[in-house]
Every structure is written in structure tokens, then in C-alpha cells.
């Protein structure tokens, strides 16, 4: 038996969920039981069941972002060269 992540979604922009999990022989059957405990009263409209070992799992070490300053635009630099501009160049 394998143990099968459900997730579903609903309608619209809605981010998926997880919903639960199904242990399955096979992917046919792990469909079956997640539409079976999960989908009966139209939960979503959507439904990705997923291996559990096809999950790649990050840990806090690799979450963590390098020490890095992110340069955020915020339209001075491009006033500054408008105004200093010669005419006809900007």
C-alpha cells in the first residue's frame, strides 16, 4: 500500500488544500478512494492526489533565503534623471 496526499480546490482563485491523505495498491484506486472521502459533497473543483513520496520536502535550513538587500524601485532614480535631463531626451 502507498499513502496518497489529497489536496482540493475550490472555485475561482482559491489556493489548493490539503484535504487529507488515502493509503491505495495504485493510482487508480487512490483517485477512487480520495473522490470517495473527500469530493462526495463537492468540496472543490478541483482535486490533485499525489504520492507521498513524490512530496520533496524542505526543511528550515533550506528555507532560509541568502542575506541579501532586494533594490525596490521606488521612481525617485527615474524623476531625478527626468528632471536633470536636457530637453527632448526623456
Known sequence: ??????????EGKDPFSHAGSVD????????????EAYGR???????????RSDIIIADETELKMADRKHKHNDGQLLAELRRTAPSGES
Open 1 to 10: 500500500m502507498k499513502t496518497y496526499e489529497v489536496f482540493l480546490k475550490k
Open 41 to 51: 459533497r463537492s468540496e472543490g473543483d478541483q482535486m490533485w492526489v499525489v504520492r
Open 24 to 35: 491505495a495498491p495504485d493510482d487508480e484506486l487512490a483517485l477512487t478512494y480520495a473522490r
